[in-house]
C-alpha cells in the first residue's frame, strides 16, 4: 500500500507540472487544463493511514486567526508564526508544493493602527486635557485594519521566508474572484505558474473592501456551480485544496481537533480520526473568537475536500513543529478518512484504558487464580503447538522473501523445543505468583492502634514494544499476569501471523477468570513514537529488540519511564591464572550459543602473560572453527604482524558471529577497559585465582558480573525468574534480568482509630512508638 501511495504522489507530482496544469503565453488567456467540472470530481484516492502522508507532494496549509494572533487580538504570534513559517519553508525545500491560505491582515493592521490613534489622542490631550477619551482598539473599522494590515504581513512573511531562500507571492481574492468564471480559471492558472516557478502561494481574502465571503451552494456563476459555501477560510482552503488537487490539506486552529463534544465539556474525547459515519455523533461548539470559522465549519470543509479526494488534517497550530509531525505520521490532530476496513478496529487509547480496568480485575483475583491463568497459557502453548507453528511459518516465508537478516530470522523461529521451554517457564512463574501482589515488605506500629503496612501491587500498565521473537509475548504476557498489570504489547511486523496465533490463546487464557482485556496486542499502524506520547494511560515502557530501537526509544519518551539497556557489549576476561579449558568451554558458549543475544560475548579480554602460551592460540583457534571472524584491539593489533583486521569500534554489539580480541596488561587495567566500553550489561572473569576473582566482582559496574561462568547465563528463566520481560542497565527500580518483582511497585496501608496529626503534637494525647513489627 505504502509504495503505491509513492508512487500516486510521484505520478501527481509529475502530472502537475507537465500534464494536470498547463501555463500559456502572456499574450493570450490563461486556461487550465482541468476543466471546473472535472476539478469537483474526486481526483485521485485519499490516503487511508497516517503513515502514507509523508508521500503527500502536494499540500495546502491553512492558518488560522487565532493559530497566528496574539490573546489581546492585537498583532499577531510571532514566535508561533516563524515556527509554522520554518516548517512550510522545509517542506518546499524537500520538493514538495506548498500552498498557504492565511489570516491575520486584520489582527497586524489594528495593532499598528492602534499604534497611530494612541499617538493621536496623546497629542490631542496634550492641546486639549477637556477633550481627552479613553482608547477602545474593538472600535476600529476592521477593512480599514485589513488595508493597513495586508502590506505588513506580507513583508513579515517575506522577511521570515527569505531566511531559508524561499520566494513567496501574495494572491488576494474577493467575492467576485468565484462568481466569475474568467477570474476564477485566472487565479488557479496563477497558482499553478508561481509554484511552477518554485514559489510559495500565500492566499488571503482581501478584507479591505469586501466583507467575509459567502457563496451558496445553490448560486450559480457563469453556469456552474461551485459546490461548497465560502464564507470562511476554512471553505477556502478547501475549495483551493479541491481545484488544485492537493493530496493534503492542513488545516490549523487553536484546539487539538475534533471533539465528540465541546472540549470543556465532561466526557469530552478527542478523534484521532474521522470519518463519514461519525457525522451524527459529535456536538459543535461556540465559533472562534478572533475569527470567522468554527468547528462545525471546519468539519464541513475537510468533508467537503475528502469527498474530493484531498486527505485533511485539524490540528492545533499552537503545537510544536505540527506540520512536520503530521507528515511524519505521528497521530496529530484528527485525520479525515475514508478507510473503512479498520473502523471495527478497537483504538489505543480504548485498549490502554481497558488494560487498567483489567490490570485491577486481575488484582481483584485470588493468588491462584492469576496462577491458574498462566498455568492454563502454558499448557495452551504444548496443547495447540501445530496452530503456533503453522503461523510461525507463514512469519518465517515472509520474512526469507524479503531477506531478513540471518541473526533475526534466528530470533523469529520457533519449534517444538523452543515453545515446550516456555511452558516450563510459565508453569514457575505461576508458582511464584501466590507471592508476588500483596505481599507485606514492612510493619510498623506507629502509636498504639495506629499501624503502617507497605504492601506490593503492580505498577499498572505496560507497554512493551519488541521485535522479531514472539517468544516474547507469551513471556511478557504470562508476567503481566503475574503481578496482575494490565499490558500492551507492540509487536513487530515480521511476526504478525506468529503474534497474532499467540495473543489469542492469551486471551482464551485471560478469560478462564473474566480478564479477557487485561492484555492487548496493538497491532494497528500505530506509530511507536504516538503510543510513547501516552503517559496518560501508560506507567512503565519496556522495548525488547536492537539497541537502535531502545535507544530511539530511549530518547522519544518523555514523560513515561523506560526500562532496559539499549546495547549488550560483554566482555569475557580471561586473567593469567586461568584454566586453559574452562577458558575455552566458556568463550565458545557465551560467543557461539547464540550470537545474536544481547548476553552474548562481544569482546574477549586476554591478559597480556597469556600471548606466549597455549591459551591465546587455542581460545583464536577454537573461534575460528566456530565460524567467529575477529577483529583485533589496538593493543593487539600491535603486536601481530600478519592478525585479524582492526576492530572499528571497542564498543560495538556484533550480534553475530563475530568479536573482537583485545589483550591487556593487568586485572585493573581489563576492569578500566570494561567501564569505558562495556554497556553495564554483563561482564564475566574467568580464574583461579580467587582474590582476583573478588576483586573483578566487586569492581566491575554491571548489571551481572560472573566468575567462570558464561555470559549466557544472564536470563530471567536461567535466573529462575521463570521468565524475564527484559534485562534493564537502568540503576534505579530494576536492574539485570527483569520477572516479576521488577513489575511491581509498593503502597502504604494505615490502619488507625480517630487518629490526628495533632494529637502527636507537644502536650497532645497521643506519643509515637515507631516500633518494627514481624511481617504477617
Not at 476600529?140 to 502590506?151: F, T
Not at 506507629?446 to 507469551?474: C, N, Y
Not at 549466557?712 to 516479576?740: K, N, Q, Y
Request: hydrophobic content about 40%.
Amino acid at each position: 500500500m505504502l509504495r503505491n501511495s509513492f508512487s500516486l504522489a510521484q505520478s501527481l507530482r509529475n502530472s502537475f507540472s507537465s500534464n494536470a496544469w498547463r501555463a500559456v503565453s502572456s499574450h493570450g488567456p490563461r486556461q487550465p487544463l482541468v476543466s471546473p467540472e472535472r476539478r469537483l470530481e474526486k481526483a485521485h484516492p485519499t490516503f487511508t493511514e497516517r503513515s502514507q502522508l509523508k508521500y503527500a507532494r502536494r499540500l495546502v496549509v491553512k492558518l488560522g486567526s487565532a493559530v497566528i494572533t496574539r490573546e489581546d487580538n492585537h498583532g499577531l504570534a510571532l514566535g508561533r508564526l516563524a515556527s509554522i513559517v520554518e516548517q512550510v519553508a522545509e517542506c518546499h525545500l524537500e520538493g514538495r508544493e506548498v500552498m498557504m491560505v492565511t489570516s491575520g491582515a486584520v489582527a497586524f493592521g489594528k495593532q499598528k493602527l492602534a499604534q497611530e490613534l494612541l499617538m493621536s489622542l496623546s497629542m490631542r490631550e496634550t492641546l486639549n486635557p477637556k477633550d481627552s477619551k479613553e482608547f477602545d482598539g474593538a472600535t476600529l473599522e476592521p477593512r480599514a485594519a485589513a488595508a493597513v494590515g495586508q502590506s505588513g504581513l506580507m513583508s513579515l512573511y517575506d522577511a521570515m521566508f527569505a531566511q531559508y531562500g524561499v520566494k513567496i507571492a501574495q494572491v488576494l481574492v474577493t467575492k467576485p474572484d468565484f462568481y466569475n468564471e474568467e477570474t476564477r480559471n485566472n487565479l488557479f492558472c496563477t497558482l499553478s505558474e508561481l509554484i511552477s516557478l518554485n514559489i510559495v502561494p500565500i492566499i488571503n481574502t482581501n478584507d479591505a473592501v469586501s466583507p467575509p465571503m459567502f457563496i451558496r451552494d445553490d448560486e450559480p456563476a457563469g453556469g456552474a456551480r461551485r459546490g461548497i459555501p465560502i464564507k470562511d477560510n476554512d471553505s477556502l482552503s478547501a475549495m483551493l485544496a479541491a481545484e488544485v488537487q492537493a493530496d493534503l490539506l492542513i488545516l490549523m486552529s487553536d484546539v487539538d481537533g475534533i471533539y465528540n463534544k465541546p472540549p470543556w465539556e465532561d466526557g469530552a474525547k478527542l478523534m484521532h480520526t474521522y470519518t463519514s459515519d461519525d457525522s451524527n455523533s459529535i456536538e459543535f461548539g461556540k465559533k472562534s473568537k478572533v475569527g470567522t470559522g468554527g468547528m462545525d465549519s471546519k468539519v464541513k470543509a475537510a468533508t467537503w475536500a475528502l469527498d474530493r479526494g484531498v486527505s485533511v488534517v485539524i490540528c492545533n497550530g499552537m503545537q510544536e513543529k505540527a506540520i512536520k509531525t503530521i507528515i511524519g505520521g505521528r497521530k496529530v490532530g484528527t485525520f479525515f478518512t475514508e478507510a473503512t476496513e479498520s473502523s471495527n478496529a478497537v483504538p489505543v487509547e480504548v485498549m490502554a484504558e481497558n488494560a487498567r480496568t483489567g490490570s485491577r480485575q486481575m488484582q481483584a483475583l485470588t493468588p491462584a487464580q492469576r496462577a491458574s491463568a498462566v498455568n492454563t497459557l502454558a499448557d495452551l502453548l504444548v496443547s495447540r503447538e501445530k496452530f503456533i507453528l503453522e503461523a510461525n511459518a507463514k512469519d518465517l516465508a515472509e520474512a526469507q522473501k524479503n531477506g531478513l537478516a540471518k541473526p533475526l530470522l534466528s530470533r523469529l523461529s520457533l519449534n517444538s523445543a523452543k515453545l515446550k521451554n516456555l511452558s516450563i517457564g510459565l508453569k514457575q512463574i505461576a508458582e511464584d505468583s501466590h507471592k508476588n501482589v500483596g505481599r507485606v515488605l514492612r510493619r510498623t506500629r506507629l502509636a498504639d492502634h495506629l499501624e503502617l503496612k507497605q504492601v506490593t501491587v503492580p505498577i499498572g500498565v505496560l507497554l512493551v514494544i519488541f521485535e522479531s521473537r514472539p517468544d516474547s509475548l507469551p513471556q511478557v504476557a504470562a508476567l503481566a499476569m503475574a503481578s496482575a498489570n494490565g499490558l500492551l504489547l507492540k509487536g513487530g511486523k515480521e511476526a504478525a501471523h506468529s503474534n497474532k496465533a499467540l495473543m489469542e490463546l492469551v486471551k482464551e487464557a485471560l478469560a478462564t477468570v473474566g480478564a479477557d482485556h487485561a492484555v492487548s496486542l496493538v497491532s494497528t499502524r500505530e506509530e511507536i513514537s504516538d503510543l510513547l506520547s501516552m503517559e496518560n494511560h501508560i506507567d512503565l515502557i519496556i522495548p525488547r529488540g536492537s539497541s537502535e530501537l531502545v535507544r530511539n526509544i530511549q530518547q522519544q519518551s518523555l514523560h513515561i519511564p523506560v526500562l532496559g539497556h539499549a546495547e549488550g557489549v560483554c566482555h569475557v576476561y580471561i586473567d593469567r591464572d586461568a584454566d586453559l579449558q574452562k577458558a575455552l568451554h566458556i568463550a565458545r558458549d557465551a560467543k557461539c550459543d547464540y550470537p545474536a543475544a544481547c548476553n552474548a560475548m562481544e569482546t574477549l579480554l586476554i591478559h597480556e602473560d597469556l600471548m606466549s602460551g597455549e591459551i591465546f592460540t587455542d581460545v583464536c583457534n577454537m573461534l575460528k572453527r566456530e565460524g567467529v571472524k575477529i577483529y583485533a584491539g589496538p593493543r593487539l593489533n600491535q603486536q601481530l604482524t600478519f592478525g585479524p583486521p582492526a576492530a572499528k569500534s571497542l564498543k560495538h554489539e556484533y550480534g553475530a558471529l563475530e568479536c573482537c580480541i583485545e589483550i591487556v596488561p593487568s586485572l585493573e587495567e581489563a576492569i578500566n577497559h570494561i567501564h569505558t566500553y562495556g554497556s553495564g550489561h554483563t561482564d564475566v572473569i574467568v580464574t583461579e585465582n580467587d582474590a582476583a576473582a573478588k576483586q573483578f566482582l566487586g569492581s566491575v559496574d554491571s548489571a551481572c558480573v560472573f566468575h567462570n561462568a558464561s555470559s549466557r547465563f544472564a536470563d530471567g528463566f536461567r535466573f529462575g525468574l521463570g521468565a524475564e520481560v527484559g534485562i534493564s542497565t537502568a540503576r534505579i527500580h530494576a536492574r539485570g534480568p527483569v520477572g516479576v518483582e521488577g513489575l511491581l511497585t509498593t503502597k502504604w496501608i494505615l490502619n488507625g482509630e480517630d487518629h490526628a496529626a495533632a494529637d502527636f503534637a507537644e502536650g497532645g494525647r497521643r506519643t509515637w512508638l515507631h516500633e518494627t513489627l514481624p511481617l504477617d
